[in-house]
Every structure is written in structure tokens, then in C-alpha cells.
């Protein structure tokens, strides 16, 4: 009876394994240029060295365009040497160059005490349409512009979930999570690559 026992634990920790679940893998790299933001390893410190600057959502200007539209331009940026509280996730914020909005982010400082905000680790990149305009990226070597469920599924394999009437597409490695949205007409409206540990 403890051999047949033994062996069902083997064969369902194998299933397990085999399909997924706890799942391990790194992070859903998203790519600006130069600087790789794999969320849960990269600082605040290493894109702010690669030219980047962040602020929170509210800190920008409204300004009028040439042709005659309104955008937000970020001219101030954040302190990295500010204090970030243990043990706390920070969200709203917003990762900047040349006065304009690159992504939303949200960062992360798990250590036990009070530290710079350049130690804190971004937890979470988000790109959305509007965004893409401003500085080009690609998420795990896929051009924004070619992004689509089908073109991930051919990177990642088929997408964990599939909710929201096909207008959402989510993947799973471990700790990590990748998510595109689509708006109601089929275009593109986010990509947001999650560390999920915190």
C-alpha cells in the first residue's frame, strides 16, 4: 500500500510539474531602446542610468501641440535619493524621457528598512498605445507594433487565460505574468509585465 502510495504522490508532482503549475521561469522582459526592464530585477537606478527619469501620474503639464492637440510633458522628475518606506509597493508612477511618457510602473523596496528609492526595484512596466509613440518597445523581442495574442502565443506558447470575451490574453512563469488587453473594436490598448511576489 505505501509503494501504490508513493508512486500516485511521484505521478501527480510530475503532472504538476509537467503542466504548469508553480511554474518557474524569469521575467517578461520589456525593451526600450537600450534598457531591459525585466520586472523584479531592474532598479529604478539601472533605467534612470540608461536616460530615464519617473515621476508620479499627476506631475505632468498640460501642452498644446503644433497642430493644435494637448499632451502631458513630465519636467520635473523624481529624487532617487528620496527615502522609499520597508516593505512597500509604490504604484501611479510614471517612467519619462525627453518630458513625455514612456510607461506606467509601478516599484517595489522589499527590504526590511527604509531605503533610496534607486535601490527599489520595478515591480511592474506598463505600455499602452498612446505610450508606444513616445519611445518604441518590445515585449520578449516583440515589436509593439506587431504585438497581438498570436504573435506572443508563437513567442511564449498559448496563453494561460484567455477572459473578458477574448480581449484579454494572459501568461504565467512562476512568480512572473504577462498581460495584453484589447479594446472592444480589436485594438491594442496595454501590455503590463508583473512581478507577483510582493
Same mark, same amino acid.
Given at each position: #500500500?505505501?509503494k501504490?502510495m508513493?508512486? #500516485?504522490l511521484?505521478? #501527480? ?11 518557474s521561469g ?9 534598457l531591459q526592464i ?5 532598479? #529604478? ?6 536616460g ?22 513630465y519636467t520635473k ?5 528620496a527615502?522609499a518606506e520597508?516593505?512597500?509597493v ?8 525627453d ?11 522589499e527590504?526590511?528598512?527604509?531605503a ?9 512596466v ?9 519611445e ?8 509593439f ?12 506558447g498559448?496563453?494561460k ?8 490574453y494572459s501568461w ?7 498581460d495584453i488587453?484589447?479594446q472592444?473594436d ?8 508583473d512581478?507577483n511576489?510582493?
Open positions: #500500500m505505501k501504490i508513493a508512486v #500516485m511521484v505521478t #501527480m508532482i510530475m503532472i504538476m510539474c509537467l503542466s504548469g503549475c508553480g511554474g524569469g521575467p517578461y522582459t520589456v525593451t526600450f531602446g537600450e525585466q520586472p523584479g530585477v531592474t532598479t #529604478m537606478q539601472e533605467a534612470e542610468d540608461a530615464y527619469g519617473f515621476n508620479d501620474l499627476m506631475g505632468g503639464n498640460l501642452v498644446r501641440e503644433e497642430d493644435g492637440s494637448f499632451s502631458t510633458a522628475v523624481l529624487d532617487l535619493n527615502e520597508a516593505n512597500t509604490y504604484t501611479g508612477l510614471v517612467m519619462i524621457k518630458e513625455k511618457r514612456v510607461a506606467m510602473i509601478t516599484i517595489v523596496n527590504s526590511a528598512k527604509n533610496p528609492l534607486k535601490e527599489c526595484k520595478i515591480s511592474a506598463t505600455v499602452s498605445f498612446d505610450d508606444y509613440e513616445v518604441k518597445a518590445a515585449i520578449e523581442g516583440v515589436a507594433d506587431n504585438i497581438s495574442g498570436e504573435t506572443l502565443a508563437e513567442v511564449l498559448e496563453a487565460k484567455t477572459p473578458n470575451y477574448g480581449y484579454e504565467a512563469r512562476g512568480k512572473y505574468s504577462l488587453k484589447y472592444e480589436g485594438s491594442l490598448e496595454s501590455v503590463r509585465s512581478y511576489e510582493f
